[in-house]
């Protein structure tokens, strides 16, 4: 199994900065495509910032010249960097991996996971 790890959520007045991180382990063979979606009440979840499976980086248009996705492979660790925060990014955030973790029939075998989420609350 692989087990997704957040931290960094919290409250923040609007202009502020909060750093979030996630963390996966356990059996991985390669992550194919890792990111943040969130989640704000009464709404449905949606992508925050995300590294594709083909390397780019795609941010939602409410999020872009504020937020900054980043990682680090050799801890299979995600980051995203918030600044400028509005009311309005307040949200529950997941991280989201798409993960290879086993073989069969000389295949990669891929499944989706997703971390418990992290309050992010923005306001005065």
């Known amino acids: 199994q692989v087990q997704l790890v957040e931290s960094g959520g919290g409250l923040v007045q609007p202009g502020g900065s909060l750093r979030l991180s996630c963390a996966a382990s356990?059996?991985?063979?390669?992550?194919?495509?890792m990111g943040w979606y969130r989640q704000a009440p009464g709404k449905e979840r949606e992508l925050a910032a995300s590294?594709?499976?083909?390397?780019?980086?795609h941010y939602a248009d409410s999020v872009k010249g504020r937020f900054t996705i980043s990682r680090d492979n050799a801890k299979n660790t995600v980051y995203l960097q918030m600044n400028s925060l509005k009311p309005e990014d307040t949200a529950v955030y997941f991280c989201n991996a798409n993960v290879a973790r086993t073989y069969y029939s000389g295949r990669l075998v891929s499944d989706d996971y997703w971390g418990q989420g992290t309050q992010v609350t923005v306001s005065s």
């Open positions: 356990g059996s991985i063979l390669r992550i194919n495509a």
């Open positions: 590294f594709t499976a083909g390397g780019s980086i």
